[in-house]
């Protein structure tokens, strides 16, 4: 079983500002997704195979990495975007494990 | 538009059963693998079980193994989750989600909160 190992657990950023939110996978993986949650809401779909923006998620926001880690990189923050990102890898074989979270503060 | 509405949370005793169900709406059911994916209170999200398209193919955390099921009904656009043997660590929002041919859940429902507490 592959563990995602997510970087910060929180971070708190102002608006304007760059963040980057790291994973960590035990074993090489091919693609990640990444998922984001607001408080009291369910999970959405942010980015998949490691860069690809889901429908309707800003262009400030990418992926990147490959191997063992992969990044979620906001390029200015806005407060729409205080949230919990979680990581998942891509694969077809069970278990389909995530990231602990990390969860974003706007200061 | 996507739908998925879970149904059939509550408050059990541990040691007892609860059934969830998920009905989907929107789009073409039975072309779509479907998951359960839970959240503990304040905790992170934990894949439960995914079932393919026609059944062929189902797996479990190892953390439910034996003690849930998961089935779906495509004629009736409605994925299940039989929990049996039911522990206070199954505490939780149950979430059913779609997966999509990039092997990503692309479809979340809103969750069905589920108590296990005597």
């Known amino acids: 079983e592959t563990v995602l190992t997510q970087s910060p657990t929180t971070t708190a950023a102002s608006p304007g500002e760059k963040v980057t939110i790291t994973c960590r996978a035990s074993s090489s993986v091919s693609y990640m997704h990444w998922y984001q949650q607001k408080s009291g809401a369910s999970p959405k779909l942010w980015i998949y195979d490691t860069s690809k923006l889901a429908s309707g998620v800003p262009n400030r926001f990418s992926g990147s990495g490959s191997g063992t880690s992969y990044s979620l990189i906001i390029s200015s923050i806005e407060s729409e975007d205080a949230a919990t990102y979680y990581c998942q890898q891509k694969s077809s074989d069970p278990p389909w494990t995530f990231g602990g979270g990390t969860k974003l503060e706007l200061k | ?118």
């Open chain 2, 1 to 118: 538009e996507v739908q998925l509405v879970e149904s059939g949370g509550g408050l059990v005793q541990p040691g007892r059963s609860l059934k969830l169900s998920c009905v989907a709406s929107g789009f073409t059911f039975s072309n779509y693998g479907m998951n359960w994916i839970r959240q503990a209170p304040g905790k992170g999200l934990e894949w439960v079980a995914y079932i393919s398209s026609g059944s062929s193919y189902i797996y479990y955390a190892e953390t439910v193994k034996g003690r849930f099921t998961i089935s779906r009904d495509n004629a009736k656009n409605t994925l299940y989750l039989q929990m049996t043997s039911l522990r206070s660590e199954d505490t939780a929002l149950y979430y059913c989600a779609r997966r999509n041919n990039y092997y990503v859940m692309d479809a979340w429902g809103q969750g069905a909160s589920v108590t296990v507490s005597s």
